[in-house]
């Protein structure tokens, strides 16, 4: 069986009639509890007050004046009083009013109350409620000397009067204005979030569509998280343009020379200048490669990297390619994880090491520590003259050229940025400060992992 859909608009107001509901029977079942005991309560009371009385007048009263009594009502529309006789019932009453009353009577008279008939004639004192049966009503017997009298209670003053017809109507106006202001607030949260829905389904469409953030709190962000979105979706793809019109633009100069020396080419000189401008552009095309493949698109975190031995198996790798490069590793980092994985590793200090033996001085120092509580931070400097530091910033952004003669080296800018995506791909933050004794000192921090 299939089960109705409701909007959340329904199910909100529904959410909210149903709790209210809910509360208000409560509330009621409490009030109708009570008024029924304190109802019981004051017959009781009243009750216990006409028997007393009778018990007073009773005895001095004549045969006669004791048949006008028995005629009349002692308290009329309420109470009455009826001799003992074959009319009297003898069963036990079985709803609750009658136990209620019979728990009062005691406590007010001090007398014994029973609610059953034993066959056996009741002590001189002993009070019964009797069952209702015509003339309808609850029929209290006390004893009276040698005389058992009895006090009707007719039907009507069993339990307390209903709630007045004026009360229901206003209680039905307040649940419709209930509905009313639950519909208006609903309206203030599932408005946004359909405005929200429909920006979504644009952008899925390949329209991007921002939208203005309202409503509660929790659907603003989500607006604004919407329209960061866009924005980073929109700087991406402009980065992407920017990347092909600049490989195009550096790949041009050196496949000019490349063409005048295959010209030309006749000697050993030539051909060893036609290998450097390969090189070039094999670097070039590396670079873009490698930005491409530090976009965060990984669908799950990294496995946790011991990260000084991936470390130091690439410094090894370097120092084959005969690279002047020192290490050191901390004890507490020597043990530390970074989820990060070991193509991602491997792309960023193949990165760090070429820009600081390219535009630095060698050697190139690498420093692996623990510097502050739960971050494991990576070192590498060179001993080169830096980055000033208006600069630093720019040198981070994708095809940034902070000198234009690098231009014609076999760079076209991205070295910085891939390591600054690959940083923010595990949560980490990258920092370029000048390095103690000269050089620029490239510092990532990265969160240590759990095993």
Known sequence: MTRPSFSLATRTVLLVVAVVAVAETATFSLIFRNER???AHQISQSIAGQIRLLKTVLPGLDAEVRDKLADADVNAGQLQLFPDGEGVPEHEPEFGFAKRLADDLERSLGERVSLRDNGIRPARHDIRIGR??????????FAVGNERWWLVLPPPRFEPQALPRD????LALALVALIVIAGLFVRGVVGPLARLGKAVEATGDGVASTVTPEGPKEVRRLAERHNT???QLAQADAERQEMLAGLTHDLRAPLARLRVRLALLESEDERAGLMRDADDMERIVGQCLSFLRSEKKTARAAPPLLIADAVSSEVARHRELGRPLDMSVSEAAASSLVAIDHGSLQRLLDNLIDNALQYGKPPVDIALAVE????????????????AVEERERALEAFAQIEPARATGGSCGLGLAIVRRIVDACNGEMQLADASGGGLDVILSFPIAKA
Request: aromatic share 6%; charged share 15%; no cysteine.
């Open 37 to 39: 005991v304190t109802h």
């Open 132 to 141: 209702p049966r015509p003339p309808s009503g609850l029929w209290i017997g």
């Open 167 to 170: 009360l229901w109507e206003r």
């Open 229 to 231: 979105m866009l924005s």
């Open 372 to 387: 502050r509580a739960g971050m494991l931070t990576l070192h590498v400097r060179d001993h080169g003259a830096g980055i």
